[in-house]
Nanobody
Framework: QLHLIQSGGGLAQAGDSLTLSCEAD????????MGWFRQAPGKDREFIGR????????YYAESVKGRFTVSRDNAKRMAYLQMNSLIPEDTAVYYC?????????????????WGQGTHVTVSS
């Protein structure tokens, strides 16, 4: 399993942008697909997006498509979630996750390693 450390997040106003970072502690990061999820207060954790090991392909949940972008830098063992045009409904704890045993996808069980989570609060 990978150990994932997240950073970024915090307070934002509607329309602002934020970038979340996720750092892995092992070189095997460069061979695993990465996902991003979020959990709003009182709700289940939901899928946001996924990026393949080489950064060639990514896909997103409809709720964030066109506003959020997942990227990665394998040389730095970093994954990123760029969030633009934030809305109050984006308020949640955000998690990065690594699919160390499979391809990853939109479901929680497809990921074996998780970051500690980072809070994002968007005010109107």
């Amino acid at each position: 399993q990978l150990h994932l450390i997240q950073s970024g997040g915090g307070l934002a106003q509607a329309g602002d942008s934020l970038t979340l970072s996720c750092e892995a502690d092992e070189r095997s990061f460069s061979s695993v697909n990465m996902g991003w999820f979020r959990q709003a207060p009182g709700k289940d954790r939901e899928f946001i997006g996924r990026i393949t090991w080489n950064g060639a392909n990514s896909y997103y949940a409809e709720s964030v498509k066109g506003r959020f972008t997942v990227s990665r830098d394998n040389a730095k063992r970093m994954a990123y979630l760029q969030m633009n045009s934030l809305i109050p409904e984006d308020t949640a704890v955000y998690y990065c996750a690594a699919a160390t045993r499979g391809q990853g996808g939109p479901y929680l069980y497809q990921y074996e390693s998780w970051g500690q989570g980072t809070h994002v609060t968007v005010s109107s």
